[in-house]
């Protein structure tokens, strides 16, 4: 079972930030918390990824808490190419475990 | 190639044959995963490789399901006596090492099979 929670969905307007949280409380010392997005049930893409420390790359930002229990990814500027269901997972040793994700729509 | 490569892309197969779909891992990646996903729903986990050997294959969900994987590089996924519950995208992945935190796993664009 998954181990992070997630609204099951959001709204954003385009060309806004688009913050997107997760709970993962029951993380542990060496688990990363991955994001991946899912388009039309094409291949989920990987996002961004941090163990303790903030992450920015080119597709979004990363903040987690000090205590790591929680995160939020940022979108900075939404598109209508954002809108996709969105993925929280708490990633140890092996296998990928997804939730339901956040289902994000970008409106016009 | 750059990416993980699935085929076929699209397959649709009468009840009750036997179908294999194909993965092709990124190069140099040792761990390999298939899922699952049924529309609609979210991805379930099959089965997992290290190398050439699976010590997961927990999500298998059934005797009808098998998989192997060969030269730690292909990997094929059989389905045999097809039922109409089969019927999903069968997403592959892979990642560069096995048992690694932090160890990005990057999926295919997945195998769309119909049973009718």
């Given at each position: 079972?998954a181990?992070?929670?997630q609204p099951?969905?959001?709204?954003?307007?385009?060309?806004?930030?688009?913050?997107l949280?997760c709970?993962?409380?029951?993380i542990?010392g060496?688990?990363?918390v991955?994001?991946?997005r899912?388009?039309?049930s094409?291949?989920?893409q990987?996002i961004?990824?941090?163990l303790k420390?903030?992450?920015?790359n080119e597709?979004a930002?990363l903040?987690i808490?000090?205590?790591?229990?929680s995160?939020t990814?940022?979108l900075?500027?939404?598109?209508?190419?954002?809108?996709?269901?969105y993925?929280c997972?708490?990633?140890?040793a092996?296998k990928?475990v997804f939730?339901?994700g956040t289902?994000?729509?970008?409106?016009? | 190639g750059?990416g993980?490569?699935?085929s076929?892309?699209?397959?649709?197969?009468?009840k009750?044959?036997?179908?294999e779909l194909r993965c092709?891992?990124?190069s140099?990646?040792?761990?390999?995963?298939w899922?699952?996903?049924r529309?609609?729903?979210?991805?379930e986990f099959?089965?997992y490789f290290?190398?050439?050997s699976?010590?997961?294959?927990?999500?298998?969900?059934?005797?009808r399901?098998?998989a192997?994987?060969?030269?730690?590089?292909?990997?094929?996924?059989?389905i045999?006596?097809?039922?109409?519950?089969d019927?999903?995208?069968?997403?592959?992945?892979?990642s560069?090492?096995?048992g690694?935190?932090?160890?990005?796993?990057?999926?295919?664009?997945?195998?769309?099979?119909?049973?009718v």
């Open positions: 079972d181990k992070t929670t099951t969905s959001m709204d954003c307007a385009e060309g806004r930030a688009a913050n949280p709970n993962h409380s029951t542990s060496n688990e990363y991955y994001w991946y899912q388009i039309h094409q291949g989920p990987y961004i990824h941090g420390n903030n992450e920015t597709m930002s903040i808490t000090e205590d790591r229990k995160s990814l940022i900075p500027h939404a598109t209508l190419r954002d809108t996709a269901v993925y997972i708490d990633q140890g092996q990928l939730g339901q289902r994000l729509t970008i409106n016009p | 750059a993980v490569s699935q076929p892309s699209n397959k649709v197969t009468e009750g044959k036997d179908v092709d891992p990124i140099g990646h040792t761990a390999l995963y899922y699952r996903q529309l609609g729903q979210g991805l099959l089965i290290q190398g050439n699976a010590p997961d294959k927990s999500g298998l969900p059934s005797d399901f098998s192997e994987r060969t030269g730690e590089s292909v990997s094929t996924l059989t045999q006596r097809t039922q109409q519950e019927s999903a995208v069968y997403l592959c992945a892979s560069l090492v096995r690694l935190p932090g160890n990005t796993i990057y999926f295919g664009e997945g195998s769309w099979l119909t049973v």
